[in-house]
């Protein structure tokens, strides 16, 4: 026959003690999908900014295209 757990009112359950380990097991794995999204934006936004300026003009740039137009 199965055993019933009757709740009093105002009595709380114990509660067992949380070591640290626990604690940062549970962190992490809560974090852990914030973390992997953060780490891949900051990919996204990386090379994005490296494709910025590597297709920015230089400002020297016109000054020798106008010096060989004139040379010819």
Same mark, same amino acid.
């Given at each position: 026959?199965?055993? /019933?757990? @009757?709740? &009093?009112?105002?009595?709380?359950?114990?509660?067992?003690?949380?070591?640290? #380990?626990?604690? +940062?097991?549970?962190?992490?794995?809560?974090?852990?999908? %914030?973390?992997? %999204? @953060?780490?891949?934006?900051? /990919?996204?936004?990386?090379?994005? +900014?490296?494709?910025?300026?590597?297709?920015?003009? &230089?400002?020297?740039?016109?000054?020798?295209?106008?010096?060989? #137009?004139?040379? +010819?």
């Amino acid at each position: 026959m199965a055993t /019933q757990n @009757s709740k &009093k009112i105002g009595q709380r359950p114990a509660e067992k003690p949380v070591n640290k #380990m626990e604690t +940062l097991h549970n962190t992490w794995t809560v974090m852990k999908p %914030f973390v992997h %999204f @953060s780490v891949k934006a900051m /990919q996204v936004i990386g090379h994005g +900014l490296v494709f910025i300026v590597k297709n920015v003009p &230089k400002p020297g740039g016109d000054k020798d295209k106008d010096r060989k #137009m004139m040379k +010819l």
